[in-house]
């Protein structure tokens, strides 16, 4: 009999692993229902290491198949990630389907053959024939957690459970597409800093690499014998640098970039790291709104369309995207389990401003939570349009004044010989002419 590896959440939002020896994926989701828990993920485990039964020649055949179809899982591309426009899009026509009275399975065929991405396409054939085979919905997506992140799972969960599945895809729809307006907003604000970064480097390059060592090679044969001024030496110390150490140069930064990345990957220094992104000036605001943007758009939409309060806040944890703000949403999440308050712990994690305390306060008391939290999401939302547009108005001169400055100092640095050799000249005619 087949074992299966299960993942389950309890009514605490407390994550549960297992594994079960039943006959089918079905009888597993059953069992793991009994037991008073949601299941996640249910796979069947691994048997290709387990000796197989003779089959007489049937059996090296089938044990190649096996073989053929292990390696066939394997390839990069086949079972990746898919884009989130392209996931928004697809949640946006299956809710328009669903909405117009289309059955799920029906719907689910009708985009299959029309998606052009192969991952997603293979993907929606395997939730046909998971919901053909007796499975619900989000049990199928629960096999798929690389494309459907556990905010999707269990708010379909809900939506099944209510008798809601097209409000809740709606929902969805527009929550994918509301963070996937942001996400361009913030990527569009970054393209002319990063532009013009690129450009300067180019232009670094090229007068280090070619135009000052020219200077070079004509100071060498004026100079006579004078030493030159100190900008001027530093200016073609950087230029020989880079023109004799450019590999040694690349290599240090590549190993600068690697240390901070692994660095980075650290509990201690991601947390310094998103602790030094919602500080760090002009920039800090942004994500910062973007942040709390994030974590009530989320909480309201998982609350609105039932999700409890407990499991919601475990799934905004893990999609918060910022170990500060998710340290903050944990603080909630153990509040909440022991009867108390939201914005006790809100207020004391000084990552949410005092208005966003207040109107959940508000919320809180008059029971209308998942409303307040939108709306400030969609206050914030606002925010963040006009902070991008302010930090890309700011930018853009600081950007060329630093740019303009880096070039002048150049070119400075290559005509203060000249200007010296000029006045030594003037100098050597007035003595002559006195």
């Known amino acids: 009999m087949p074992k299966y590896n299960y993942v389950a959440m309890d009514a605490h939002g407390k994550e549960t692993k297992g ?3 039943v006959s089918s994926q079905n009888e597993a989701i059953g069992r793991v229902k009994e037991m008073g828990l949601f299941p996640t993920k249910i796979v069947e485990l691994d048997r290709s290491k387990e000796k197989p039964q003779k089959q007489g020649k ?43 009275g289309l059955p799920l399975l029906r719907g689910l065929r009708v985009l299959e053959k029309q998606e052009r991405n192969v991952t997603l396409k293979d993907i929606l054939g395997d939730l046909a024939l998971s919901i053909e085979g007796g499975s619900t919905f989000s049990e199928g997506l629960a096999q798929h957690p690389k494309v ?12 099944e459970l209510g008798g809601v ?25 970054m393209f002319y800093p990063c532009a013009v970064i690129t450009v300067a480097i180019g232009i670094l390059f090229l007068l280090m690499e070619f135009i000052v060592p020219k200077f070079e090679e004509v100071f060498q044969g004026l100079a006579e014998g004078a030493q030159l001024p100190a900008w001027t030496r530093f200016v073609m110390g950087v230029s020989n640098a880079v023109r004799l150490h450019l590999l040694s140069s690349l290599g240090v930064i590549v190993t600068v970039v690697i240390l901070f990345m692994l660095f980075k990957s650290t509990k201690f220094g991601r947390r310094v790291w998103d602790k030094f992104k919602l500080k760090v000036p002009v920039v800090g605001p942004v994500i910062s709104k973007v942040a709390i943007s994030r974590f009530t758009r989320t909480l309201g939409t998982l609350v609105s369309s039932g999700v409890p309060i407990l499991q919601a806040l475990t799934i905004v944890k893990e999609t918060s995207g910022n170990v500060i703000v998710g340290n903050a949403v944990g603080s909630v999440h153990e509040s909440v389990k022991e009867g108390e308050t939201i914005t006790a712990p809100l207020e004391a ?5 005092p208005m966003v305390i207040s109107m959940v306060d508000v919320g809180e008391q008059t029971g209308a939570l998942p409303e307040m939290l939108l709306k400030i999401a969609d206050n914030y939302d606002e925010e963040v349009d006009n902070a991008v547009t ?32 000029m006045n030594r000249v003037g ?8």
């Open 19 to 21: 594994t079960l020896e």
């Open 58 to 100: 049937a059996g090296p055949k089938a044990k190649k198949k096996r073989g053929a179809a292990n390696i066939q899982i394997k390839i990069p591309g086949l079972s990746g990630r898919v884009k989130s426009k392209v996931l928004a899009t697809f949640t946006r026509q299956l809710a328009t389907l669903v909405d117009a």
């Open 148 to 159: 459907f992140n556990r905010l999707f799972v269990n708010m379909v969960k809900a939506g």
């Open 165 to 189: 599945l097209e409000v809740v895809l709606t929902r969805l729809s527009e929550f994918m597409e509301k963070a996937q307006k942001i996400k361009g907003k913030v990527v569009a604000a």
């Open 349 to 353: 994690s000084g990552v949410f401003p």
């Open 390 to 421: 302010a930090m890309t108005s700011l930018l853009e001169p600081i950007m060329i004044v630093c740019l303009a400055v880096i070039v002048g100092s150049i070119v400075i640095a290559m005509f203060l010989p000249l200007i010296d050799l």
């Open 427 to 434: 100098s050597s005619n007035n003595g002559k002419g006195g």
